[in-house]
């Protein structure tokens, strides 16, 4: 058994049975973390923990518990650099890894489209592109691949 552990941004994660698939195969934990009561496979790796519906009790949650044996899906920046900082490999839901290198010009990105969409002001909101079975499959690669590393580099238990 590893003391690698997934922890899930579950709110809106489009993934989780594929999360579920590739941990089980790599008997990796699962943590699905919500502010809200969220079914999951009665499995002895896969547990739920229910936050408060406070502003960022999930991320706060999540940023609190991860660290250099965490694997951390969230499709929230903010969220993600926090993860990192605390050693954690982050994945998007779509399978793109947050790098260290990668992260600052994600939050960059992310202003900009605040401020542009605070500077429309008209109400609408585009949200992110559909999601679709490209970005399915690149997470489950990508989840994979983020397991053999972390297993490689955590070396014989």
């Known amino acids: 058994m590893t003391d690698i552990r997934i922890l899930v ?12 698939k590739v941990a089980l195969r790599h008997k990796a934990p699962v943590v699905i973390v919500a502010n809200s009561y969220m079914r999951i496979p009665g499995h002895a790796l896969i547990s739920r923990k229910m936050v408060t519906d406070s502003f ?26 926090r993860c990192l900082k605390a050693g954690a490999r982050v994945l998007s839901p779509t399978g793109k890894p947050f790098t260290d290198a990668s992260i ?40 994979d691949t983020a397991l053999q590393t972390a297993h490689r580099e955590q070396g014989p238990a």
Request: net charge negative.
């Open 56 to 81: 960022d009790a999930a991320d706060d949650w999540i940023a609190e518990e991860a660290n250099t044996s965490s694997i951390v899906i969230t499709a929230d920046i903010l969220l993600a650099d």
């Open 9 to 20: 941004d579950a709110d809106a994660c489009p993934v989780k049975d594929e999360i579920y």
């Open 104 to 143: 600052g010009p994600a939050i960059a990105v992310r202003a900009i489209h605040a401020d542009l969409r605070a500077g429309l002001g008209d109400g609408i909101s585009r949200g992110p592109a559909p999601f679709s079975k490209t970005d399915r499959s690149r997470f489950l690669s990508a989840l």
